[in-house]
């Protein structure tokens, strides 16, 4: 059996450090989060509004690829082939699209055939709205026109490597996973699939684990604001009796 991942989700606003919630900048964790080899993995997300400053986000990717040693995963603002090119020149393991599944398929599915399936992370951005659940894409500021099991559909066809699932509603909340939502989409994929938004403490990591089967916890905020440690988090997901790699 496959150990289970625990992974940080860094997000950054034209080269600075952010908290997920409201895109806060917070300068001070950075070389933690460089440093820190217990993590299974770190996805990289540029999350500002434009590419006027893309150079200071290049400038970050090149700095973690340099300095650390767990998988790489870049996400934000991929929209063209030269790109990924130059993030792959970069020593990044894998990138993540999420809004040119909606913008440019037609590029998704060229760079699926260039550089493989597991190259490819797609991110599901999902937003609950009186009993339904929608995807969104674009920073989470527009709703995707197709029903929900339709657009599960196109993306399973789309036979990505790994799916990251965020819950817009629990970002930064630190209030746990929506175990519902995450049950209802992991019933279609057999790829991975990691899940991010509103991890508040161990237990949620152990419930998505246990309840849910992900592969994946992502976090971000919780390690910004509760000065708790990978580590305790590993041990504590042990203790429950799953499987975590633990080794630095």
């Known amino acids: 059996m496959l150990a289970k991942r625990i992974i940080a989700v860094l997000t950054f606003d034209n080269g600075s450090l952010t908290r997920t919630k409201n895109f806060i900048q917070d300068y001070r964790y950075t070389k933690n989060f460089i440093n820190n080899s217990l993590f299974d993995g770190i996805v990289l997300i540029d999350v500002s ?4 400053q893309r150079e200071k986000f290049y400038n970050v990717v090149k700095n973690f690829s340099k300095n650390c040693f767990v998988p790489i995963t870049v996400g934000g603002m991929i929209d063209s082939i030269d790109e990924i090119r130059l993030f792959q020149s970069f020593g990044v393991d894998k990138i993540l699209v999420n809004s040119i599944t909606v913008k440019n398929e037609k590029l998704l599915k060229k760079a699926i055939n260039m550089f ?3 190259f490819i992370v797609i991110g599901l951005d999902v937003k609950k709205s009186k009993n339904s659940y929608n995807f969104y894409y674009n920073h989470g500021q527009k709703k995707i026109k197709f029903p929900f099991i339709r657009w599960i559909k196109k993306i399973k066809n789309l036979n990505p490597g790994e799916v990251l699932l965020q819950s817009i509603d629990r ?10 939502i995450i049950k209802k989409v992991k019933n279609y994929f057999e790829c991975p699939i990691l899940v991010c938004g509103g991890g508040g403490n161990w237990e949620h990591f152990v419930e998505a684990f246990k309840k849910c089967d992900v592969d994946a916890v992502c976090t971000n905020n919780i ?14 997901c042990m203790n429950k009796n799953i499987e ?3 080794e630095k």
């Open 49 to 52: 509004r434009s590419k006027k």
């Open 116 to 118: 493989g399936n597991q």
């Open 171 to 180: 970002d930064g909340s630190l209030k746990g996973f929506d175990l519902t």
């Open 223 to 236: 390690y910004h604001l509760t000065h708790k440690s990978i580590l305790s988090s590993k041990l504590f």
């Open 244 to 246: 975590i790699r633990l």
